[in-house]
Structure formats: C-alpha cells, structure tokens
C-alpha cells in the first residue's frame, strides 16, 4: 500500500470510532459506474454504496440540480413548507401508489416512524399498550433501538437488550409462523419485500397474499420494508408491485436520493387518518429543501430513463450470467434474487473472494458469511456485467 493511502487510514483508524472493518482503501471520485481510489486505481462498482447510486456517480443532471438548491435554500425546518419536499411527496405518491408520505434521514428512521404509526394506529382503536408486531427471522430493518427490536438477527440485538419489546419473530416465507403468533394483540407484521442483508431471499407471492388477507381480516397493518429492494432495483418502481400486493405502511430510503441522507415512510389514507397527528412525530432535518429536491430529480430521472424497463432487461442478463457461473462452479451453491439485487452462495465465506475481486479491480459485498451480494447502479449495461463475470471467475478459481 502506497505510504499516503497508509498513512491517512492510519489517520481514520485514530480518528473514527471503530465500528467498522473498512477495506484497505481509500476513494476519491466515481464516474459512471465506475470508482476511484487516491492512486488513481479503477474499480467496476458492484455495490453502489449498498444499493444507493442507482444513477451511478457523476450524473450531471443529479449534480447540477442539488448545486442549484444549494445556492436556493438548504434548510428551514418543517415550521415552514418548501417547493421541493411538495414536488417529492407528489412524485414519491405517484411512484408508490401510497397517499401520505413522511420524509426522514435515513432508513432506520423510516422503520421508526413506521413502527410509531402502525402503535398509534392499535391504540386509537382500544386505548391499550400491549399491542405486538411480528417481524420476521434473519431479517435486517435498522440499527436505532426501535429498528434493531424488529431485525431478525439475535447477534445484532444482543448487546442492546432490552429492546422496545412485543416483537415476535416468524419464518420469513413460511405462512402458518405467522399465522401462529398471530392474536388479538397483532398490530402489524412487518417484513421485507426481499431480504437484504440476511441473504438475497425474495418473498413467495402465495405467503404475501395470504398475509395481507390475514391482515385484512383482522385489521392489522401489513409494513413492507422497501429500503434496499425499492426504487427500481427488483424492475418494478417497488418490489411489492411485482406481486400487487400492497402495504399499509412502507419504508424507502437509500436510492430515493440517490447520496444525499433521506428516507421515508408512506402509508395508505385510511392509516394517515387514524395514526399519526400533528405532535406525534418529528425530525429537524428530515424533508428539507436538499434531501427533496434530490428525491424529487432522482424519481424525474428515473422516469426519463426508463430505469425499471432496463433493470428488468439487464437484470435477467445478470442472472443468466450468475445461473452460468453457479453451474460451472463447484463450490456455488445457488443464486438468488430478482432484478439488480442478487446474492450468489458459496460452500465457503465469501470474504476471500471479495477481497481477490477488490484487488482486481471490482467492488462486491457480502449479505451474510456466505453470501456475495450484486446491488450495482441501476444504469450498468450488459458490457458491465461481462466485465464484472470476468473478473468474478478468476476469484471463484483461485
């Protein structure tokens, strides 16, 4: 390693608390989809910040209109309305299908608020406080208190126990675990639409059916977490849309701005009229005139792209190729997911592997010990995968 690059993470390592094992580099820009370190080594992007820069970097449209709001208004507070956080919630409406929209900072965030909502809700109808969310096994939503309560993960709660409490956990994929915690203190069953960090695991159409009929015969709300599997990655706007099956409540973030720190939950009119009111929640920054105004032209981009017709079209070359890798290859054991985010799964820990990649030139992620994790800027071409394959199998071979 070059004596710079050493000597600033030797700076960082001194610097930053340590809840992080960053790899050995350091960046500096990006282009298309391609990054950047200090020494000017190129790397092929296959992560993108973990599914953020769904318009790769360097988009000139993305980066002027952010510089034009910048010398508008930065922030006011959400005592005041303001031009870009109107036009998101409109477009954000839109993309969704959802009717009210509540703009946060971050994912957790999202799954805060949506949480509160979906409690708020429970207690206007009997006036009672033991009401109980099931959430599912292995999954991911967050690392505030209220978002580790329902992540699926005991390593990751562990330490911070006790949580916000009345979390049951089912089976993601598997009806009757749900169906059997269920009861009259059920007020919501929250899941991702594709399970991120606990593997690449998209949900069956059946077992999104049937919950979203249980919740409608009981009257409880069905929170879909869209944080990683929204905005365009699975080929559809959102991931839920595949199988038309709508949620009460949802969560976005991460490619909704595209960089810039910003989540949102959304919810259905009936649960924007009997849930949250004003006082019941809040943020300082969440909705100012930045964070919407790159929501507002990161969904107008989308649109004049086309980005989910490309997803779907590049995104079944993508799988074709994993599919291709996988049955040459041994030690893979499957391939899953939809679109632009899969997972390929080895016999092994993929950790070596991804490092081999970095050294080659090609940025990758897991999704657990096992699990390489393929969430790339949603603009990649065909071309981009060759080149990310190529790379790939010389890993996978040595």
Same mark, same amino acid.
């Given at each position: ?14 610097? !930053? ?53 910048? +010398? ?48 708020? #809700? ?21 690392? /505030?208190?209220?978002?580790?309560? =329902?992540? *699926? ?11 916000? @409490? ?5 089976? #993601?994929?598997?009806?009757?675990? $749900?169906?059997?915690?269920?009861? *009259? ?30 919740? +409608?015969?009981? +009257?409880?709300?069905?929170? !879909?977490? %869209?944080?990683?599997?929204?905005? @365009?990655? /699975? ?9 038309? =099956? ?24 009936? =649960? ?9 929640? @809040?943020?300082?920054? @969440?909705?100012?005139? !930045?964070?919407?105004?790159? $929501? ?12 989910? %017709? ?12 994993? +599919? ?33 990649? !970095? ?15 393929? =969430? ?23």
């Amino acid at each position: 390693m070059a004596e710079y690059m050493q000597r600033l993470i030797g700076d960082a390592e001194r610097a !930053l608390l340590h809840t992080y094992n960053r790899y050995q580099i350091v960046l500096e820009k990006g282009e298309g989809v391609y990054l950047y370190d200090i020494e000017g080594k190129k790397y092929l992007d296959f992560a993108a910040g973990i599914a953020v820069f769904a318009l790769g970097y360097g988009n000139r449209a993305y980066n002027d209109a952010l510089k034009e709001q910048i +010398d508008k208004l930065i922030h006011t507070s959400n005592y005041y309305y303001n031009l870009p956080a109107i036009g998101a919630a409109k477009r954000l409406k839109e993309a969704s299908g959802m009717d009210r929209v509540f703009f946060t900072n971050s994912g957790a965030e999202a799954v805060e608020g949506a949480i509160k909502a979906a409690r708020k #809700y429970a207690w206007l109808k009997d006036g009672r406080t033991d009401h109980e969310i099931i959430a599912m096994n292995h999954s991911f939503h967050g690392r /505030t208190m209220g978002a580790l309560s =329902v992540t *699926g993960n005991p390593g990751y709660r562990e330490p911070f126990e006790p949580g916000i @409490g009345n979390i049951r956990f089912a089976d #993601y994929n598997d009806f009757d675990s $749900v169906a059997a915690l269920t009861g *009259g203190k059920t007020c919501a069953i929250l899941l991702e639409t594709v399970q991120g960090e606990g593997g690449i695991y998209p949900a069956g159409e059946d077992f999104l059916r049937r919950i979203r009929a249980l919740c +409608d015969e009981r +009257d409880i709300l069905l929170i !879909l977490d %869209e944080i990683q599997c929204g905005m @365009g990655r /699975t080929g559809t706007m959102f991931a839920w849309q595949r199988y038309g =099956v709508k949620p009460d409540i949802m969560t976005a973030a991460k490619a909704v701005g595209c960089g810039v720190p910003v989540g949102a939950f959304l919810m259905t009119e009936k =649960v924007g009229q009997h849930s949250l009111a004003a006082g019941d929640h @809040g943020t300082t920054y @969440g909705g100012n005139p !930045l964070a919407c105004r790159a $929501v507002e032209k990161v969904l107008e981009l989308f649109e004049e792209y086309h980005i989910t %017709e490309h997803v779907r079209e590049v995104g079944a070359y993508l799988e074709k190729r994993l +599919d291709g890798l996988a049955a040459e290859h041994a030690c893979v054991k499957e391939r899953r997911g939809v679109g632009l985010m899969q997972g390929l799964e080895l016999d092994r820990p993929v950790g070596p592997v991804i490092l081999s990649a !970095l050294e080659k030139g090609l940025i990758l992620i897991n999704a657990g010990t096992n699990v390489i994790r393929f =969430v790339p800027p949603l603009i990649i071409t065909k071309e981009n995968v060759d080149e990310m394959i190529g790379i790939l199998e010389t890993c996978l071979e040595s």
